[in-house]
């Protein structure tokens, strides 16, 4: 019985955490179907009529879309330079044989400890001197040097599965190491690459301090820093808007997250058991 | 790292892009902070070398003590959000039997949220017109006296700016948690409790010195996490009202962007980075100590045994 009483308490416990981490979210997207004048009277209170209206209008005026092809070239680009630069510096670092091969793979490592700010006045400079502010290029760029180190620690631990035999025997037919790479090696690391891509996709699609710094003309914003345009300064804000268009935003990477949940976990916590 | 191919051309190869990339966007930036934290620059003029004065005016100018303090009390914050929260509901989560998968689906959801929908989202619970979630609660249960606009009171300002931040990561910390603790040998606890071991003691004496990895690789990912809060503060207040809220990154971005200041901003992001790296050698020597040290009690105790 107090076994019993005990199991109860504990769901309730686990229960009024899982509201505490949710309730925001649901809020949120409860906020975006209401109409403006219900938010400014009774802002936590169901919605007594549900009205597509706010996303209709920000739809229409279009320049949430625009940010989000914005923040689909940032994240397509940084992500397809990740991918391709860890896989082939992590095979190189965990199949070849050199003696340097763990002096540089340490240097890797001590990247996960660097903060992005130090980057962001030299490579504001670097970028206001060649005329590349404003540009994708100009996010992609950070992006991937901090995404490095640790895509690189996930490819060469999963290389360290891939038996050195399976290589040798191409070897012995006479495979270069460049076909080893692209035929047997890459092939295999199916879930490496998944793992990464969800995982940079939801913090590059979320970053702010990048994007807010080297970002000034509104055709180049990401949705990140765009949305910003919707709150204005203090107290007048269209709440009604501002939350449709935050529901827009944060529906991308609820996507990935929810359909490879397993993976953004893995590579999250991979992340914290490596670092 | 044992590998067996010997080819050197194809080694660079491999090797080059993804190292270069590197080297160019991370330590290139490293070496130029340090390089521009010696000299006075605005951004347009030519730069001119002034040695060590910008740390020496750093050193002397008490917005930078504030906001280091106030740097430190976000820290302390955030880390006991995350940590205890995370690693308590982690050992709650390990006595449920059903359902656990679902829930840490849900207690992940905060941190794949943009951190402008999460300070607008705390924005709006904290604000008083119209009035917020917090305020309506303290009403609610009869509190309503404590009811402020959370946000511009200097006295809950920066408290208010380092919730979210702790909000956020906590759900991230409890599956980590979660994961380690039920890695856990189940043998071991049961050894335990027939020694007549409660739960409490299996939890100090067993469970937490073998998560001890775990706790070093978490501290350091809270600690130089915190130690660089940017967005939500930013967004929130930008370090006000006056200066309570400023943290070091916000500083660093306001002497650099706002007042063009570039040598005085990267004397703080250097600041800021060597703050980082003494924090992870602190808690690697920290908990080094403790190995050694449980190590040869070991070994004295074997000695009298034997």
């Known amino acids: 019985m107090k076994k019993k009483t005990l199991k109860i308490l504990l769901a309730a416990v686990i229960l009024i955490f899982v509201v505490i981490q949710v309730y925001p979210v649901v809020w949120l997207f409860l906020s975006s179907v209401k109409p403006s004048v219900e938010l400014s009277t009774a802002p936590f209170a169901l919605p007594k009529t549900v009205t597509f209206e706010n996303y209709r209008q920000i739809l229409e005026e279009g320049k949430i879309l625009k ?30 044989r050199f003696a340097c091969n763990n002096k540089i793979y340490a240097f890797f490592t001590f ?7 130090i980057t962001l006045i030299p490579l504001f400079c670097f970028y206001s001197k060649m005329g590349i502010l404003n540009s994708t290029a ?29 290589i ?26 998944i793992t990464i891509a969800s995982m940079y996709t939801i913090l590059i699609w979320n970053d702010f301090i990048f994007a807010n710094t080297f970002i000034s003309d ?58 | ?20 990339f590197y080297v160019f966007s991370v330590f290139y930036p490293i070496a130029d902070s340090i390089r521009l934290s010696v000299m006075k620059w605005n951004g347009i003029t030519e730069a001119e070398f002034v040695g060590m004065k910008n740390y020496a005016r750093l050193l002397s100018d008490p917005i930078f003590y504030k906001a280091f303090i106030n740097n430190l009390i976000y820290l302390a914050i955030v880390v006991i959000m995350q940590l205890t929260i995370g690693f308590l509901f982690a050992l709650l989560l390990t006595y449920l039997t059903r359902g656990v998968s679902l829930i840490k689906t849900l207690y992940y959801i905060p941190c794949i949220i943009t951190t402008v929908a999460v300070s607008e989202l705390f924005r709006s619970m904290y604000s008083t017109q119209p009035e917020g979630l917090f305020n309506i609660i303290l009403e609610n249960v009869g509190m309503g006296a404590y009811a402020t606009s959370w946000l511009s009171n200097v006295k809950t300002a920066l408290v208010c700016v380092s919730i979210p931040e702790g909000w956020r990561f906590t759900g991230m910390y409890m599956v980590i948690f979660y994961a380690a603790l039920i890695s856990l040998d189940p043998e071991i606890c049961e ?15 067993i469970k937490l010195p073998m998560i001890r990895p775990i706790l070093l690789l978490t501290l350091t990912m809270v600690m130089t996490g915190a130690l660089r809060g940017f967005d939500i503060p930013f967004n929130l207040t930008n370090g006000g009202p006056g200066n309570v809220t ?31 790296m003494l924090v992870v050698f602190f808690l690697k020597q920290a908990f080094k100590e403790r190995d050694s040290e449980e190590k040869s009690r070991k070994k004295r105790l074997r000695r009298e045994k034997g």
């Open chain 1, 67 to 96: 940010y989000m092809l914005n923040s689909v070239k940032v994240t397509g680009a940084s992500l397809i330079l990740i991918i391709f630069l860890s896989s082939t510096t992590g095979f190189a670092l965990s199949k070849f």
């Open chain 1, 111 to 117: 990247g996960i400890m660097i903060p992005v700010q």
């Open chain 1, 138 to 166: 100009s996010l992609v760029v950070p992006q991937v040097g901090f995404a490095l180190p640790l895509s690189v620690m996930m490819f060469v631990s999963f290389y360290a599965f891939v038996p050195n035999e399976l």
């Open chain 1, 168 to 193: 040798e025997a191409a070897i012995m037919d006479g495979c270069s190491p460049y076909k080893i790479f692209t035929r047997i090696v890459f092939p295999l690391a199916k879930n490496t690459v």
């Open chain 1, 218 to 275: 509104n055709a180049a914003k990401t949705v990140a820093v765009g949305l910003k345009d919707y709150i204005g300064a203090f107290g007048r804000v269209d709440w009604g808007r501002t939350y449709a268009a935050i529901a827009v935003s944060v529906i991308p990477p609820m996507l990935v997250y929810f359909l490879l949940n397993k993976y953004v976990t893995a590579g999250m916590t991979m992340g914290a058991t490596k670092g």
């Open chain 2, 1 to 20: 790292m044992n590998g067996i191919l010997r080819d050197k051309k194809a080694f660079l190869v491999f090797l080059l892009p993804g190292l270069l």
């Open chain 2, 191 to 205: 050894a335990a409790k027939v020694d007549g071991a409660n739960g409490w003691q299996t939890l100090i004496r």
């Open chain 2, 246 to 276: 400023e943290l070091l990154s916000t500083y660093m971005y306001k002497k650099a962007f706002g007042a063009n200041k570039f040598g005085l901003g990267s004397a703080i992001a250097v600041f800021i980075i060597f703050e980082s």
